[in-house]
C-alpha cells in the first residue's frame, strides 16, 4: 500500500550497541524491586526492568511472550534462544524476567490515519566472549496513544498490538502528540534472564 508523504520529526541512524540511555530509567510499568540490579549477562547499558509476571500469549515463531505485570499492564519480550526457550512456557505461569524495554529511535509523522503496517528486520551483534546478540527491529504506522514526557515514554497502537517504547534522547518528544500517526522505527523488548520457579527456561 502506498503510504502518504511523511513529515519528518527526526530520522535516527544509530547501531544497536549505541542505544543507551542518558540516565537510568526506574520503569514504572515492569519494576517489582527497584534495589536489584541488572544480570550478568545484560547486554549494553540501556535500563533493564525486573519484574515478576504472568505469561498470557505464546508466540513459538518469534519466541517471544506476553506478559502481564503486577500492576496489570501486558509488555511482549523477545527472548533470545540462548536466553530461553518460549516453547516450555504454558500460558499462566508465573514467571520472573529481567529485561531490556523497547526502545523508539525514530518517529515521522504521516498525513494518513488509519494506515497501519509493519515490517521486522534481524540484526546480530557482537558481544563479549565471542557471543553474540540477536536483536529485533519493528517499524511500524501507528498511533500514538499516550505520552508519558516525564518517564519519555509513548504507547503505540498498531496493526497487530499495543506497545509502550521508551524514547531516545535523540527523538523530540515534545513535537509528538496523542492521535498522531507515525512510522516509528523501534528496537523490541529483548529479554536478558527467565526464570520459572527460580529455573532457567532452557
Not at 49 to 57: C, K, P
Not at 160 to 178: A, C, G, Q
Request: glycine share 6%; charged share 25%; net charge positive.
Amino acid at each position: 500500500m502506498q503510504l502518504a508523504a511523511c513529515r519528518p520529526i527526526r530520522v535516527l541512524a544509530i547501531a544497536v550497541a549505541c542505544t543507551a540511555l542518558a540516565a537510568p530509567v526506574t520503569d514504572a510499568r515492569a519494576q517489582d524491586n527497584p534495589a536489584s540490579s541488572p544480570p550478568p549477562n545484560a547486554v549494553g547499558t540501556v535500563a533493564v526492568a525486573d519484574v515478576t509476571a504472568h505469561v498470557t500469549h505464546i508466540n513459538p515463531a518469534n519466541n517471544e511472550v506476553t506478559i502481564r505485570g503486577p500492576r496489570g499492564e501486558s509488555t511482549i519480550v523477545e527472548v533470545d534462544p540462548d536466553v530461553g526457550d518460549v516453547k516450555k512456557l504454558k500460558v499462566g505461569d508465573e514467571v520472573h524476567i529481567s529485561y531490556k524495554g523497547a526502545l523508539l529511535l525514530s518517529a515521522d509523522k504521516v498525513a494518513t490515519k488509519g494506515v497501519r503496517s509493519r515490517v521486522e528486520t534481524e540484526s546480530t551483534t557482537p558481544a563479549q566472549g565471542g557471543a553474540s546478540t540477536r536483536t529485533r527491529h519493528v517499524e511500524v504506522v501507528a498511533t500514538v496513544q499516550k505520552i508519558d514526557r516525564k518517564k519519555r515514554l509513548v504507547t503505540l497502537r498498531g496493526p497487530e498490538h499495543t506497545v509502550i517504547v521508551e524514547v531516545s534522547p535523540d527523538v523530540p518528544i515534545e513535537k509528538l502528540k496523542v492521535g498522531d500517526s507515525i512510522r516509528a522505527n523501534y528496537v523490541s523488548a529483548t529479554a536478558v534472564q527467565i526464570t520459572r520457579n527460580g529455573t532457567p527456561i532452557q
